[in-house]
Nanobody, 122 residues
Framework: QVQLVESGGGSVQAGGSLRLSCKVSGYTYSSVGWFRQAPGKEREGVAVIYTGDGSTYYADSVKGRFTISQDNAKNTVYLQMNSLKPGDTAMYYC?????????????????WGQGTQVTVSS
């Protein structure tokens, strides 16, 4: 059974840091991405890691502040978020794709986790 389980969300002040985790089980995916959705807004891609070689791609809005990484032994993908801003407040989801090089477009992804809330206060 395919499962993606996120953890690590919470509340933090602007400038702070959080690390999100996504435990992936049931299959080995080529691409694992992090997405976020704020109230009243569309879900947007934040970062993706290509599990075969560990290469990464980021949305411009988080480049230089967020880092996606993986621990293959734990089947876990992380999102380290630094210098957080109130505009980063959203529900964060991880998703897995069968595409070798998935983009940050939601339609590229086949399986989704339930999400973890991140709230950044000013």
């Amino acid at each position: 059974q395919v499962q993606l389980v996120e953890s690590g969300g919470g509340s933090v002040q602007a400038g702070g840091s959080l690390r999100l985790s996504c435990k992936v089980s049931g299959y080995t995916y080529s691409s694992v991405g992090w997405f976020r959705q704020a109230p009243g807004k569309e879900r947007e891609g934040v970062a993706v890691i290509y599990t075969g070689d560990g290469s990464t791609y980021y949305a411009d809005s988080v480049k230089g502040r967020f880092t996606i990484s993986q621990d293959n032994a734990k089947n876990t993908v992380y999102l380290q978020m630094n210098s957080l801003k109130p505009g980063d407040t959203a529900m964060y989801y991880c998703a897995a794709s069968l595409y070798w090089r998935a983009s940050l477009w939601t339609n590229d992804y086949n399986y989704w986790g339930q999400g973890t809330q991140v709230t950044v206060s000013s």
